[in-house]
């Protein structure tokens, strides 16, 4: 998961109670799953813990899961959590859900999912898509709820769109970088693009994922050697991220293995109407917040890009745009989750 902008609190939040479980923070304090579990305790005004040895017996706790988080292997990140849902009530939301698409991993990841979703008291997934995932592919012997990721206002300051002075000729791809991502479709779109006589450059907005720094390297002199121009900007600081959002010219979310995604968030955040290539999650998003995304399928993403440069207005989204759900109502969907498990436990 990216990071989904700034972390302003809702302007009314749930009352914390004994429905509300504790938070579990577990793995990097930096990477975005963990990020996005500290960001809903605070929205919910639930306690957080970090140390798991420390909770109390019984008591009701909730871990935001990814199995590279938890743990070294899926086998280890599925111990820990076995051994949590023995001394305390468990609830899960899981996060990168395995998908056929995870290559050799895949039948470990899911035997690790599956013995998550049997362990824990209640489980939630952060789209209708990735639910449906782990229903096909670990088998829960009961249901589990959907709370959609929220788009998280800039903070205050930078909610504003202003419009480049200058017109630009960069499309953007935000996020970290790794295969899959995207690039290297827009990439093939602009070296079209250009032959046609447009002038467009690629904007790698991010750092490369750990481990492939040499892919994005190879990326840079692929480029380099079809004559589309590229700039990297490495890891955007969160008070800069409005702004380079805004700078490109068109945006591009064209995950090939996508589940939930910030990084699409970030660009509605930042007033952006992003190209969005087409599948199950972005159909669910395009639903859950109508006219905010330009869907496109693999064979169309150089014309939909030309239209896109054709036509700036289309890339932005109106002022009066609806992107809920937000804080607020990621906040309300938790808590009123959680009462509900409390009560059918009762």
């Avoid at 229903?135 to 249901?143: I, K, T, Y």
Wanted: net charge negative; with cysteine.
């Amino acid at each position: 998961m990216s990071s989904i902008g700034g972390v302003p609190p809702p302007s009314s939040r749930p009352s914390a109670g004994s429905d509300v479980p504790v938070s579990l923070l577990l793995g990097d304090p930096g990477h975005g799953v963990a990020r996005y579990a500290g960001q809903v305790a605070e929205w919910a005004g639930a306690a957080t813990a970090t140390d798991a040895a420390r909770l109390d017996a019984g008591r009701r706790v909730h871990l935001h899961l990814t199995d590279r988080v938890v743990a070294d292997s899926p086998e280890a990140a599925a111990d820990v959590v076995e051994a949590l849902a023995g001394r305390v009530r468990l609830t899960v939301t899981l996060h990168d859900v395995p998908q056929p698409t995870d290559g050799a991993s895949f039948e470990r990841r899911v035997d690790c999912y599956r013995r998550v979703v049997a362990a824990a008291d209640g489980w939630a997934t952060n789209s209708a898509h990735e639910h449906a995932q782990v229903v096909r592919w670990c088998a829960p012997d009961h249901d589990g709820a959907v709370v959609p990721l929220p788009v998280v206002p800039f903070p205050a300051g930078s909610s504003r769109v202003v419009l480049p002075e200058e017109p630009s000729d960069v499309v953007g791809v935000f996020g970290f970088f790794y295969p899959g991502k995207g690039h290297a479709e827009v990439l093939e779109a602009l070296e079209a693009l250009r032959a046609s006589g447009r002038a467009a450059r690629l904007g790698v907005l991010g750092a490369p994922a750990p481990g492939h720094r040499r892919d994005l390297e190879d990326l840079v002199d692929q480029a380099r050697r079809r004559g589309v121009p590229v700039d990297v900007t490495g890891s955007i600081p969160e008070a800069d991220l409005p702004a380079a959002l805004r700078s490109v010219a068109a945006a591009v979310v064209g995950h090939r293995n996508v589940s939930a995604s910030g990084s699409l968030n970030s660009w509605l955040a930042a007033g952006r109407r992003p190209l969005v290539r087409t599948g199950s999650y972005a159909r669910e998003m395009a639903d859950l917040r109508p006219g905010s995304v330009s869907l496109f399928d693999d064979d169309d993403l150089t014309d939909a890009l030309a239209r896109a440069l054709d036509d700036p207005a289309s890339t932005w989204l109106p002022p009066d745009a609806d992107l809920r759900p937000g804080p607020a109502e990621t906040a309300e969907a938790y808590v009123a989750w959680w009462r509900r498990l409390v009560r059918s436990a009762a």
